[in-house]
Nanobody
């Protein structure tokens, strides 16, 4: 099993930047593909970005392409989400998730077995 802890959220003005981190406990972090999801008030949780086990493959939802970047450091058991050019509609609780079944990134929530508690991001206009 793995436990995930997110950090780095906060309040930022529109067009600003934040970097979220998600640190995993335990060994074999490199065996997990990772994902970032978000849930805005009154909305369903949605996929933001995913990364393969090695970090060589990534995927993004259309609304964040060119603004967000997912990366990982397997030596530090950490996955990152660099968020630039933030918009008020990016306001949400951001969650990281892990899955060990396959290597390629996935946007499907039901394929992730482990979830963090989330970190709040608020973007003011």
């Amino acid at each position: 099993q793995v436990q995930l802890v997110e950090s780095g959220g906060g309040l930022v003005q529109a067009r600003g930047s934040l970097r979220l981190s998600c640190t995993a406990s335990g060994r074999s972090f490199g065996n997990y593909r990772m994902g970032w999801f978000r849930q805005a008030p009154g909305k369903e949780r949605e996929f933001v970005a995913g990364i393969s086990r090695s970090g060589g493959l990534t995927s993004y939802t259309d609304s964040v392409k060119g603004r967000f970047a997912i990366s990982r450091d397997n030596a530090r058991n950490t996955v990152y989400l660099q968020m630039n050019s933030l918009k008020p509609e990016d306001t949400a609780v951001y969650y990281c998730a892990a899955d060990s079944d396959r290597s390629l990134p996935t946007s499907r929530m039901d394929e992730y077995d482990y979830w963090g508690q989330g970190t709040q991001v608020v973007v003011s206009s």
